[in-house]
């Protein structure tokens, strides 16, 4: 299943093809691929390239592992989650090492981090669902997360799944088209709320 986005203007296919999907398929991620998952955001930018992010990760060929990972996502969550192979949980430092000073892009970063994850994913044909409905005082409690670092997002990683095994709210929202909100709600120029030129005077 795909579901291609249609963008007003040219953009590149990997981001018309992303999707976070709540259906995974019973099928294995690669070590091979989860490596380069990680090693694409290993070279995200990041404020004085400080690479706060880091990624707790379990997949369903370590059974209590992934267990152990899948009880810090809200009841929600786990409720589709428990299908994918490969779980995660993004978590940001937020201080710098050089000075112990508060990062004040530490979570900025740890999103530019999962962004190449997820491109690179898709370029794998994989799929990723990012969520902040998580549970951070047991993912600290179970994982020994230190003080000033910050347990943020979970992540689910696989292939998409059939979403009539879905329960039908969730089925829906895959079945879904993809939608955005224009350019010109997001896009200021002179003053808040204002379209900037750069985009009230293209016509897609």
Not at 15 to 35: C, E, G, I, K
Not at 58 to 83: H, I, M, T, Y
């Given at each position: ?56 990760v ?97 992540l ?7 979403p ?15 939608s ?25």
């Amino acid at each position: 299943m795909t579901k291609r986005a249609a963008p007003d203007y040219p953009i590149q296919d990997l981001f018309a093809t992303r999707w976070s999907p709540y259906a995974f398929a019973d099928r294995p991620v690669s070590q091979d691929d989860l490596h380069s998952l990680f090693e694409a955001a290993r070279w995200a930018p990041s404020s004085y390239n400080e690479q706060p992010w880091s990624y707790i990760v379990a997949s369903r060929d370590q059974p209590e592992e992934f267990e152990r990972l899948l009880s810090c996502l809200v009841e929600g969550n786990q409720a589709w989650a428990k299908f994918a192979p490969v779980l995660a949980l993004g978590c940001t430092s937020l201080n710098f090492t050089r000075n112990g000073q508060p990062n004040a892009a530490a979570v900025h970063d740890l999103g530019l981090a999962s962004a190449n994850l997820v491109l690179e994913a898709t370029a794998r044909g994989l799929s990723v669902h990012q969520m902040i409905g998580i549970v951070p005082d047991r993912a600290r409690e179970l994982y020994q997360i230190p003080e000033g670092v910050r347990p943020l997002t979970g992540l689910a990683i696989g292939y998409v799944g059939d979403p009539g095994r879905l329960p039908e709210k969730l089925r829906d929202r895959d079945l879904a088209s993809r939608s955005r909100k224009p350019l010109a709600t997001f896009v200021f120029g002179g003053k808040w709320g204002t379209a900037s030129p750069v985009v009230s005077q293209q016509t897609p």
